[in-house]
């Protein structure tokens, strides 16, 4: 998403997208400088929201650009979804979002009173979004894509699901807005809903626009009637400068709001925890000690206990984010996508490494295998391993998510990935429970260490291919 001309705030040149063969946007372009209000009016089909997504950077568009003054920060983007977690309360969303559009620390709190105040909110401040009426959580929605104070806002049909007084309140904020010099593009099927706060109308038809002019001295029902006229006739760029302090510091934000996640919801770890107790007590009582010697078979029992319990918590890592379409939240917001990568894979790390913490003292107490002497090499096996698997893992958990049979998916795809770390990582710990020198693993942890490095920059640069459209 580049820089639009001097004096635009908001413009699009030529822009062209399809899904097959059903034409989303054929040759739109406008501009609207600040203080502009431009209402889509279109059925439903027409392409409003795919526009929409293009001037949210959400969508590459297959030809032309879209242009906003300051970058993906400077927009504010309403989509049909709330884009807020639902076990977190209004104000931990709201300083979530904050933190991810660079609001000051030291402003947050205030800012996030500000908007709820606005909104009429403020009393629902403390209570999770899940409890919320339909109302109310599209006022949270608004209120976090106003947090970072945005010159530009995109509004897809936002009275959905308000009463009348409610919208009222709305309409006026959106007419506040207007009067400071923000920039507000609003679609919607019901001409009622959003002629009064145009400056300029259009009509969209098959993704084109049939009308686009300045809404004049011209009365809604003038406008409703020219819409039915034209409508019946055819029945993204990256900041730079502080780009590493900025990934990071982005990445920490998401991957602390997964940690709360799974605090208030404990599903991912303590699934993967029960799920490692019963295998290592089915393999405990299912091997016959004086056929084959424990020792031989541990490095192997550990190692499918660790994978597989992995793969159950690597499972939930991007099903957070279907709640409410909070990921198109994410993609829309100024982070790059490897802080969104990077966020994911230090929370499934975290995810792992409290199942490992878990599983290694039970491994010991079910087994008795002698870690103690090798504890500090072992520990650095695991940890290789685990960055590996974890690496691979948290790029097919992007990939599968929109799949029907996304549980089922990720196995099939990871397992084939898994081989070369789950064979070093076996044959390391063999030779360390089996008290030889550490040189003798030293092989296989450089293949752990080479494979660590190799994966974690290819999904870093192939994951912003799996979540853009």
Sequence with gaps: MGHPEHGAMLRADGLRHAFGHVMALDDISFSL???????????????????????????????????????????GWIGHQSHLYGHLTVTEN???????????AERRRARAAEVMRRLAIADQAD??????????????????????????????????????????EVRALLAQLRGAGRVVVLATHNIDE???????VAFQRRGRFVHFAPRGAHESAEIAEAYRRAVGAGERGERGGRLVGDTLRHAWTIARKDLLLEFRTRTAVLSAVVFTALVLTVFNFG????????????PSILWVTFSFAAILALN?????????????????????????????????????????????????????????????????????????????????????????????MLPVLLLPFFIP?????????????????????????RLLAAYDVAFLVLATLLFPHTVDE
């Design 316 to 408: 939930r890592a991007f099903q957070l984010e279907l709640e409410n379409e909070a990921l198109e939240g994410l993609l829309v917001s100024p982070i790059s996508r490897t802080s969104l990568y990077l966020g994911k894979l230090v929370a499934n790390l975290m995810f792992v490494a409290v199942v490992e913490c878990v599983a290694l003292p039970l491994f010991v107490l079910f087994f008795d295998v002698p870690i103690w002497p090798v504890l500090a090499p072992l520990v650095a096996v695991i940890a290789l391993a685990t960055v590996g698997f974890v690496a691979v893992g948290t790029l097919f958990s992007a990939m599968v998510i929109r799949t029907r049979f996304a549980e089922l």
């Design 33 to 75: 400088a600040p203080g502009r209000t431009l209402v889509i009016f279109g059925p439903n089909g027409a392409g409003k929201t795919t526009l929409l997504k293009v001037l949210a950077g959400l969508i590459r568009p297959q030809a032309g650009c879209a242009t906003v003054a300051g970058g993906r920060g400077a927009v």
């Design 94 to 104: 709201l300083l979530f979002w904050a933190a991810l559009y660079d609001v000051p």
């Design 127 to 168: 209570r999770r979004v899940w409890a919320l009426s339909r109302g109310l959580a599209q006022r949270a929605a608004i209120a976090k894509a106003l947090m970072h104070d945005p010159q530009v806002l995109l509004l897809d049909e936002p009275f959905t699901g308000l009463d009348l007084a409610a919208a009222g």
């Design 421 to 445: 770390p789950l064979t070093g990582a076996v044959q390391a710990t063999a030779r360390l429970l089996d008290g030889r020198p550490l040189s003798e693993a030293a092989g296989w942890l």
């Design 194 to 200: 959003g002629i009064e706060l145009a400056t300029d």
């Design 287 to 298: 091997r016959d000690p004086t056929a084959v010697a424990t020792i031989d078979l541990a």
